[in-house]
């Protein structure tokens, strides 16, 4: 059992290169989501999803694009990387509403 | 691995000992909460949950404890183990949506 999980488990990227975070879970979830966690920041939503095709923007969305056209991928996309994007980032996936959400290993992206 | 916070809250707890870490929440209308458990390198674990409707909540060693009237949650770990040592989070989630709200986090250190 796979669980939920995410690749790559680190990223070094620069300043205005896109790139994209993958999650994967193999429960049929049909909601997903995507956090950051910063020092002093704690966890902030960045975007999730309700089911396929359908996503929201969380706390945090401004320079993320996210997609889900498969229930089990919610990928996430830094269009044009900036430093302060140097970040851990959690995809987590939940059952149904008010269920609780599980996380994935996490990815460290720095941005230099 | 994946860096939680140098600056949090620490409790420092003899091996054997209960703990006790404490969230105060925001948001009156919230209706469920949880508790998270993240090692060093790792994603967020799902510990143990309570809904508004209940004030106390037992697991495997720990109990979770809800205070609608001053808006306060405690997580206590009954004798306290190393592999108990991590960045505990509590968080909340509002009666109007899927999102949770995650506090800052607790470091708990346990002593050998």
């Known amino acids: 059992d796979a669980g939920i999980t995410q690749s790559p488990r680190y990223k070094i990227t620069e300043t205005g290169r896109q790139v994209t975070l993958m999650c994967h879970q193999t429960w049929s979830h049909s909601y997903m989501f995507w956090y950051r966690q910063d020092l002093g920041h704690g966890l902030r939503l960045i975007y999730y999803?309700?089911?396929?095709?359908?996503?929201d923007k969380g706390e945090v969305p401004d320079g993320y694009v996210v997609s889900r056209s498969k229930t089990e991928n919610f990928p996430l996309t830094l269009e044009s990387a900036t430093r302060s994007q140097t970040s851990v980032y959690f995809c987590a996936s939940s059952g149904r509403v008010g269920d609780t959400q599980y996380f994935g290993p996490g990815t460290r992206l720095t941005v230099l | 691995g994946e860096s939680v916070g140098l600056h949090l809250p620490t409790l420092s707890v003899q091996e054997g000992d209960n703990s006790i870490i404490n969230c105060a929440y925001s948001?009156?209308?919230?209706?469920?909460f949880i508790w998270y458990k993240q090692e060093s390198g790792k994603g967020p674990q799902f510990i143990i949950d309570?809904?508004?409707?209940?004030d106390k909540r037992q697991g495997q060693r720990v109990t979770v404890l809800l205070n609608k009237t001053v808006k306060h949650l405690s997580l206590q770990i009954a004798a306290t183990q190393p592999g108990d040592s991590a960045v505990y989070f509590c968080a909340e989630k509002n009666a109007a949506g899927n999102k949770l709200t995650f506090g800052g986090g607790t470091r708990v250190l346990v002593k050998p």
């Open positions: 309570i809904r508004s409707n209940m």
């Open positions: 999803s309700a089911a396929a095709d359908i996503t």
């Open positions: 948001n009156s209308a919230s209706d469920y």
